[in-house]
T-cell receptor, first 110, second 122 residues
Framework: QKEVEQDPGPLSVPEGAIVSLNCTYS??????FMWYRQYSRKGPELLMY????GNKEDGRFTAQVDKSSKYISLFIRDSQPSDSATYLC??????????FGKGTTLSVSS | EAGVAQSPRYKIIEKRQSVAFWCNPI?????LYWYQQILGQGPKLLIQ????????DSQLPKDRFSAERLKGVDSTLKIQPAKLEDSAVYLC????????????????????FGPGTRLTVL
């Protein structure tokens, strides 16, 4: 079983749609849950992070962590063409390297 | 604040040749990571440095890959000899010890990534 599982998509939605991206993980010791966005031919950039369980909202983006089911979600409201990118979930413990999912490729059409 | 710099951006070599990548982290960042990202996959850690010491190199194929971080700043990753399966993007990331939040219980590092070096092995 891989440490982090993520459906690679691709996912295509029209502009304005609500997007749901998900990951599952296997190790209950992970404490930090992150979403990175990666545009084509660029390095990943941190979008959001969550410590332990709960929700976190930042503008059109909401990150959720359910530690009981080892499930991580990212919701994008009112999606825009500029949101078209690959979204990577990542987990770790403090001070350690990130363990990434495969990434989900999102395309938002205008 | 300048970001993580990497060079070259692209490299094409033939199998069995050697290649080296360079990374300059964000100024003041003590921790430096090298990740390998194969097409269609998420990045995978190769090696983690804290200043100029190795913290984790458990996933580094040491028969062909080597890395160093002299003086605790810049780092070089080398592959010798390269294989076809080494074709990937090599990402460098750095982080500081500043917590993500003001809560001590949430102390961790934010990793900032460079643009990567895209390696093609023919």
């Amino acid at each position: 079983q891989k440490e982090v599982e993520q459906d690679p998509g691709p996912l295509s939605v029209p502009e304005g749609a609500i997007v749901s991206l998900n990951c599952t993980y296997s190790n209950s010791a992970f404490q930090y849950f992150m979403w990175y966005r990666q545009y084509s031919r660029k390095g990943p950039e941190l979008l959001m992070y969550t410590y332990s369980s709960g929700n976190k909202e930042d503008g059109r983006f909401t990150a959720q962590v359910d530690k009981s089911s080892k499930y991580i979600s990212l919701f994008i409201r009112d999606s825009q063409p500029s949101d078209s990118a690959t979204y990577l979930c990542a987990v770790n413990q403090a001070g350690t390297a990130l363990i990434f999912g495969k990434g989900t490729t999102l395309s938002v059409s205008s | 604040e300048a970001g993580v710099a990497q060079s070259p951006r692209y490299k094409i070599i033939e199998k069995r040749q050697s290649v080296a990548f360079w990374c300059n982290p964000i100024s003041g960042h003590a921790t430096l990571y090298w990740y390998q990202q194969i097409l269609g996959q998420g990045p995978k850690l190769l090696i983690q440095f804290q200043n100029n010491g190795v913290v984790d190199d458990s996933q580094l194929p040491k028969d062909r890959f080597s890395a160093e971080r002299l003086k605790g700043v810049d780092s070089t990753l080398k592959i010798q000899p390269a294989k076809l399966e080494d074709s990937a993007v090599y990402l460098c990331a750095s982080s500081s010890s500043v917590p993500l939040s003001k809560k001590a219980s949430e102390a961790t590092d934010t990793q900032y990534f460079g643009p990567g070096t895209r390696l093609t092995v023919l």
